[in-house]
């Protein structure tokens, strides 16, 4: 089996160390994530400026872009053969409703979704609890197989306390009502620290952050082919069509 790990907490990171001694008997593992946090990165690929990717030791690289950049070079630029699956994490935090939008963890795995990788994002609680990471790790090793067999992109969660099992899950919605307010600099300059109270959420018992918080890890299937909103596009034709 061919293994290709990335993330966006950097390849130092904690999550990362756990997942690689985890995966490591399962066949021929290779590391590709970035040389820094890229924390919220989402989906963004550098452009317009070189992406530098430097051999660590064997099987591990560091790249100075995001983490679908790193993806883009492992496959675009085939560099490393293609794997049976990507997994990206184990992030250090949540990523559930639609703070996935923002997660370049969640990125990683999509960007290899489009190009027909089996993936799967994998995140736990925020911290540095080892704990947290290692049960993470023992939970994604008994649906690896089931990824790879079933294919697709997969997003999953597990708590930081005892897991209980697996529940496949609907995204939950999160409630923006933290107002941002400017602060200023020594200069009067008046700038902005985007970041927030803790968010609240709509939940109910079929949501990711529901599931998690119950103390179940939360697995999530996605896909990019029709994902149209057949509603919207039924009501938009309708309306064209009384235009005409």
Not at 40 to 48: D, E, N, P, V, Y
Not at 83 to 108: C, K, Q, R, W
Not at 115 to 141: F, H, K, M
Not at 234 to 243: A, G, H, I, T, V
Request: with cysteine; glycine share 6%.
């Amino acid at each position: 089996m061919n293994i290709l790990l990335t993330n966006d907490d950097g390849f130092e990171s904690l999550g990362m160390e756990v997942l690689y001694k985890k995966v490591k008997h399962l066949g021929e593992v290779t590391i590709i994530a970035p040389e820094n946090e890229q924390s919220a990165s989402s989906h963004g690929i550098t452009l317009r400026k070189p992406v530098f990717i430097k051999k660590i030791k064997k099987n591990i690289f560091s790249v100075s872009g995001t983490p679908t950049d790193c993806i883009v070079l492992a496959f675009r630029a085939k560099i490393f053969p293609s794997p049976d699956i990507v997994i990206s994490g184990i992030n250090s935090g949540f990523n559930v409703g639609e703070d996935i939008l923002y997660s370049g963890t969640f990125a990683a795995a999509a960007e290899a979704a489009l190009l027909n990788i089996p993936s799967i994002a994998v995140s736990t609680v925020s911290g540095l609890n080892r704990d947290y990471y290692e049960q993470a790790a023992d939970v994604l090793l008994t649906i690896i197989d089931k990824i790879i067999k079933i294919g697709g992109l997969w997003n999953i969660n597990i708590p930081g306390d005892k897991c209980l099992g697996i529940k496949l899950a609907t995204l939950g919605h999160r409630v923006y009502d933290t107002e941002i307010k400017p602060r200023f600099d020594p200069y009067g300059r008046s700038y902005y620290w985007i970041s927030g109270d803790k968010p609240l959420w709509e939940e109910d018992d079929k949501t990711d952050i529901t599931i998690v918080k119950s103390n179940y890890a939360s697995l999530t299937p996605f896909k990019f082919n029709k994902i149209e909103d057949k509603v919207l596009f039924k009501k938009m034709k309708k309306f064209l069509m009384e235009k005409r």
